[in-house]
């Protein structure tokens, strides 16, 4: 993958203002450390970091064409599955192409073709802009699911975009400030975002399946794709089939690249069926064996605890896995130092506080792959597509109307001050989005109240919490210079699921039910019927610890940016509970009492390092 920046500016000679993108890009050196470009025209200026995964010679960026009257520069992160297949029809339209198979200028000349129309027939996961000098008009996209990111904001006469906030925070106009809206999503919303909010005061998100049109007339946004509802016509037999179908051709298109590739493997459903399907792969085309990766924590055997939403450990089902695929199987093992000490990094890395330790984790596992391999597959998106998470199943959950991953939210508003809980109107605030979000849940016509009620919590684990996980994989793996592929996000198979009706999608009587029956050929029948299990985290008491001590000495500190937000005997009590007790999550599955104060750690870093003014 890439980063991405740009500044457009109808007042300014952008040939003079070449420091400042400079600056901008060289902030996104972790996603491309392996070149830098810049651009320039009187009033746009482009600028793009190079990891380099495809056409080594050919893909360089920004990226210029002509086509007609019309001369394109494009700046572009992400990966085109379909590459090969847009290259042929173009050529038969009369384009030529200069590189390899550089899926870049593939992409340039497609929208120079059919315009905004050529999203529609893009198969990958992108965040790109391109300028057109003849126009003067800027047009940048995000993929359908938002596994590729990209921020805007608007100041003065200036227009600026990125892949990240830390770069539009390089520019001297844009600072890093927090209103009312921006604290509530940190506080009630956090770790999870509101769609489209960029937190700090002024910067928004483009959000997944959009496009935007810049120009002198201002500003367009537009949504190009959702998932459309419809009745389901192919029986079990039929709709395992096409699941499995997809899922291979998926898998097999993300295999292709001009580095090492690699996926990363718990042992549970979704890793395991990646990792068979790619293990068959390379040894169709005779490659070497598939690497794959596992991440456990120091003395978790010893401390494992057994519940509700983790049942067992990683460890043998990961053996088992590796074994049966013949892969050559890597232990990343994180001890608990490295885990605290990476809760900073992981602030840098996203530029907010975010999943505490399940941030810190991935990224110290990222760090690791990185030695082996460039490219990694894994398993996201497979329970919001498939009905996996606890919260499906459990009718008084499912019947809740709020965000089910919200949790223990009274608790939660104990802990900030009387004064910060009565500006924010936190409860209003969380229904509000609640009730937007329903509000746009493409229904289908006739549905009866249970089935349409299922729908809807699919849309809301779809637009929210899965974007909350690619975004934290996004960050945490480019932080690294690591491309993370998720096959369980192609737009086809997302489509096809949406509409699997629940007997289906339950078959057998199983969370995820359709995909294990399509995949009951594919991998061992324990493996296939393994209850499910999260992302591991750490249960080591000295973890537990470290955040207590570390919190309680900010809390003693008065210079302490996050003191006047919270309150602070409130939080003295919550650390003295977590000795007896880790609690039940309060965001998700895994996030509980050690995560919560590692999350305030968090919060008082951001606000110190970042100084951000709140308003």
């Given at each position: 993958?890439?980063?991405?920046?740009?500044?457009?500016?109808?007042?300014?000679?952008?040939?003079?203002?070449?420091?400042?993108?400079?600056?901008?890009?060289?902030?996104?050196?972790?996603?491309?450390?392996?070149?830098?470009?810049?651009?320039?025209?009187?009033?746009?200026?482009?600028?793009?970091?190079?990891?380099?995964?495809?056409?080594?010679?050919?893909?360089?960026?920004?990226?210029?064409?002509?086509?007609?009257?019309?001369?394109?520069?494009?700046?572009?992160?992400?990966?085109?599955?379909?590459?090969?297949?847009?290259?042929?029809?173009?050529?038969?339209?009369?384009?030529?192409?200069?590189?390899?198979?550089?899926?870049?200028?593939?992409?340039?000349?497609?929208?120079?073709?059919?315009?905004?129309?050529?999203l529609d027939r893009l198969n990958g996961i992108f965040a790109f802009a391109i300028w057109d000098e003849a126009t003067q008009s800027l047009f940048m996209a995000r993929d359908r699911l938002g596994?590729?990111?990209?921020?805007?904001?608007?100041?003065?006469?200036?227009?600026?975009?990125?892949?990240?906030?830390?770069?539009?925070?390089?520019?001297?106009?844009?600072?890093?400030?927090?209103?009312?809206?921006?604290?509530?999503?940190?506080?009630?919303?956090?770790?999870?975002?509101?769609?489209?909010?960029g937190i700090y005061r002024g910067i928004n998100e483009l959000k997944p399946g959009h496009y935007l049109v810049y120009n002198r007339r201002g500003i367009k946004v537009q949504r190009y794709w959702h998932p459309l509802s419809k009745a389901h016509e192919d029986d079990l037999e039929g709709t395992a089939t096409k699941v499995y179908e997809l899922l291979k051709d998926t898998v097999r298109r993300q295999l292709v690249s001009d580095v090492p590739v690699c996926t990363l493997l718990s042992g549970g459903l979704d890793s395991s069926a990646l990792t068979a399907f790619a293990a068959e792969f390379y040894r169709e085309n005779g490659a070497d064996r598939l690497h794959t990766f596992s991440v456990d924590y120091r003395d978790n055997e010893r401390y494992f605890q057994a519940g509700t939403f983790q049942p067992d450990a990683d460890s043998q089902w990961v053996d088992r896995v590796a074994g049966f695929l013949g892969t050559e199987h890597h232990k990343v093992v994180i001890d608990t130092p490295q885990l605290v000490e990476a809760l900073i990094m992981a602030v840098k890395a996203r530029d907010l506080p975010g999943m505490a330790d399940v941030d810190s984790s991935l990224l110290l596992f990222c760090r690791e792959i990185k030695k082996e391999a460039t490219v990694a597959l894994s398993g996201e998106a497979a329970d919001e597509i498939f009905g996996g998470y606890p919260w499906f199943h459990n009718p008084e959950i499912l019947n809740r109307e709020t965000f089910p991953w919200v949790r223990s939210l009274a608790e939660r508003l104990e802990l900030l001050s009387p004064q910060l809980r009565e500006i924010l109107k936190p409860e209003e605030y969380l229904q509000s989005r609640y009730q937007e979000t329903i509000a746009a849940v493409p229904t289908l016509p006739g549905e009866n109240p249970l089935e349409k009620r299922r729908r809807e919590m699919f849309y809301l684990n779809m637009i929210w919490f899965m974007t909350t996980l690619l975004d934290r994989k996004d960050r945490m793996s480019m932080a690294c210079g690591l491309e993370v592929r998720v096959p369980f996000c192609d737009?086809?198979?997302?489509?096809?699921?949406?509409?699997?009706?629940?007997?289906?999608?339950?078959?057998?009587?199983?969370?995820?039910?359709?995909?294990?029956?399509?995949?009951?050929?594919?991998?061992?029948?324990?493996?296939?019927?393994?209850?499910?299990?999260?992302?591991?985290?750490?249960?080591?008491?000295?973890?537990?610890?470290?955040?207590?001590?570390?919190?309680?000495?900010?809390?003693?500190?008065?210079?302490?940016?996050?003191?006047?937000?919270?309150?602070?005997?409130?939080?003295?009590?919550?650390?003295?509970?977590a000795n007896n007790s880790t609690g039940q999550p309060w965001f998700g599955q895994l996030m509980t009492y050690p995560q919560f104060m590692a999350y305030l750690i968090q919060i008082n870093t951001w606000l110190q390092d970042y100084g951000v003014k709140i308003f």
């Open positions: 993958m890439c980063g991405i920046a740009g500044w457009i500016d109808w007042e300014r000679d952008m040939t003079q203002e070449k420091t400042v993108l400079e600056v901008m890009t060289q902030k996104l050196s972790p996603r491309g450390p392996d070149a830098s470009g810049l651009w320039f025209s009187p009033h746009a200026s482009l600028g793009h970091r190079r990891l380099i995964v495809v056409d080594p010679q050919g893909g360089e960026q920004p990226m210029t064409r002509r086509y007609g009257e019309h001369t394109g520069t494009i700046t572009y992160n992400g990966e085109l599955y379909n590459t090969l297949e847009l290259r042929r029809e173009l050529e038969s339209l009369g384009h030529f192409f200069t590189t390899r198979n550089s899926d870049t200028e593939v992409l340039l000349k497609a929208y120079q073709e059919w315009g905004a129309n050529c596994v590729k990111p990209l921020f805007y904001t608007q100041k003065n006469s200036s227009f600026l975009f990125a892949s990240e906030l830390k770069a539009l925070l390089a520019h001297p106009d844009i600072l890093p400030e927090l209103d009312e809206e921006g604290l509530t999503e940190i506080f009630i919303m956090g770790p999870a975002r509101t769609p489209g909010h737009h086809r198979l997302v489509e096809y699921v949406w509409n699997i009706p629940w007997e289906i999608k339950t078959c057998h009587n199983r969370e995820k039910g359709i995909l294990r029956h399509a995949l009951q050929n594919t991998l061992p029948g324990d493996v296939l019927y393994r209850k499910k299990s999260p992302y591991p985290k750490t249960h080591h008491p000295a973890y537990r610890a470290a955040v207590q001590k570390w919190l309680l000495e900010i809390l003693d500190d008065p210079a302490s940016p996050i003191l006047p937000l919270i309150d602070a005997a409130a939080v003295r009590a919550l650390v003295e509970k």
